[in-house]
Every structure is written in structure tokens, then in C-alpha cells.
């Protein structure tokens, strides 16, 4: 590996530019994938944008678990998971509903089946994202502990 020319300011600098850029690119591909799906594209022409958006997402998901970080503004706890399950319930089923209502008769005739769709997947979505946020949650406490003992065991002892 070479060696690194950039003073601390600029690797400060080039840090916050790599940063902005990663969750730019994380929030635009799943807009991309949003706006795919509801234009009716099928998956198969956005299967690499899928693909890529995961593995983007699985990677930030265990590097923050792995170095113990969980949020610069959220902190783990049920009240912002049931918040934060909520908001994504929502707002990943009203456009599959949306999505539902303009492709098939059936649900254009019957405004309760509609309806019905979008309850049953924000429940459904409610749930999973739910247990998927206490899991994540169990890990990053018991990794942060674990992080956090290593470095008390490091201190060096007063005489």
C-alpha cells in the first residue's frame, strides 16, 4: 500500500466526500428501485440495481454492528423501532398497493379489497421490519458491551 498524502483536514474532508457519497448512492438506488417497479419494469431489468442495493445495505448493516455503531441520532430502543416500523410499513406498501390498484380490475372495482391489500402488507411489513430491528438490536448491545469490556481489559492498571 502506498503512503497516504492527504494532511488529517483532508482525509477529514475525503471521509465526509466518500460518506456523502455511499448514502447518496444507497438512497438513489432504492428510489431507482421504488419508481422501477411502479412504472410495472419487469424485476428481471432491475435485478442488478436490487442485487447491488442489498449488498450495499447488508455490508453498512454488519460494519456498524462489527465496530459497535448504531446511529448518530437514533438510539436503539422499542420506542424507535415501533416508530421507525411504522414509517416503513407505510411507506413500502402504499405504492405496492398503488401499484395493485392501477394493474388489476379487481381492485379499481373494490375500494375495501384495496384497502384490505394495504392493511394486511403494513401489518405484515410492520412485523418483520419490527424483528428484524430487535434482533439487530439484541446484536449491536451485546457486540457494543463486548467492545466496551475489551477496552476496559486494555486499560492499564494503577499501581
Known amino acids: 500500500m502506498s ?3 492527504l494532511d488529517e483536514m483532508q482525509e477529514q474532508r475525503l471521509l465526509k466526500i466518500e460518506h ?3 448514502w447518496f ?4 438506488l432504492l428510489v431507482a428501485i421504488i419508481v422501477q417497479e411502479l412504472l ?3 424485476f428481471v431489468q432491475f435485478a442488478g440495481e436490487m442485487i447491488i442495493f442489498m449488498i450495499l445495505a447488508v455490508y453498512l448493516l454488519v460494519s456498524c454492528l462489527k465496530a459497535g455503531i448504531w446511529d ?3 438510539r436503539p430502543t422499542l420506542k424507535t423501532n415501533l416508530i421507525i416500523s411504522t414509517i416503513s410499513a407505510i411507506v413500502f406498501s402504499l405504492p405496492v398497493t398503488v401499484i395493485k390498484y392501477f394493474r388489476y ?3 379499481r372495482e373494490n375500494l375495501f379489497l384495496t384497502l384490505g391489500i394495504f392493511v394486511i ?3 405484515q411489513l410492520f412485523i418483520l421490519c419490527f424483528i428484524a430491528l430487535w434482533l439487530t438490536n439484541l446484536i449491536y448491545k ?3 458491551n463486548r467492545l466496551e469490556d475489551d477496552c476496559e481489559n486494555d486499560e492499564p492498571k494503577d499501581a
Open 3 to 5: 503512503k497516504n498524502l
Open 20 to 22: 456523502n457519497g455511499v
Open 25 to 28: 448512492c444507497f438512497w438513489a
Open 40 to 42: 410495472g419494469v419487469p
Open 72 to 74: 448518530r441520532h437514533l
Open 105 to 107: 380490475e379487481a381492485c
Open 121 to 123: 402488507m403494513s401489518v
Open 142 to 144: 451485546k457486540r457494543k
